[in-house]
Nanobody, 114 residues
Framework: QVYLAQSGGGLVQPGGSLRLDCRASTVPNGDFEMGWYRQAPGKQRELVATLSRKNTDYADAVKGRFIISREGFQGSVYLQMNNLQPNDTAVYYC?????????WGQGTQVTVSG
């Protein structure tokens, strides 16, 4: 079992920046992907950004504003969010996908208002 501990997030005005951190309790054997998803009220959970050894993917809505990064290939992933807008308001979830399982963090609220 892998536990993903998230930190960061909060309330910010439009145009502001926030960073989300996620750290895994253990690093799986083999390759794995880490990423961020978000779920706004009344909407389905959606991909924000993912990062593996081979690929980095961003949702069109965040391209050019958000940056996903990892600390080497250890079990840590970060999401730098710039120029935040009200429609970025959501609960953000850290995600890890191994060859056989998927793990989720506890979720972190990001609210863009003001």
């Amino acid at each position: 079992q892998v536990y993903l501990a998230q930190s960061g997030g909060g309330l910010v005005q439009p145009g502001g920046s926030l960073r989300l951190d996620c750290r895994a309790s253990t690093v799986p054997n083999g390759d794995f992907e880490m990423g961020w998803y978000r779920q706004a009220p009344g909407k389905q959970r959606e991909l924000v950004a993912t990062l593996s050894r081979k690929n980095t993917d961003y949702a069109d809505a965040v391209k050019g504003r958000f940056i996903i990064s990892r600390e080497g290939f250890q079990g840590s992933v970060y999401l730098q969010m710039n120029n935040l807008q009200p429609n970025d308001t959501a609960v953000y979830y850290c995600n890890m996908k191994t060859m056989s399982r998927t793990f989720w963090g506890q979720g972190t609220q990001v609210t863009v208002s003001g």
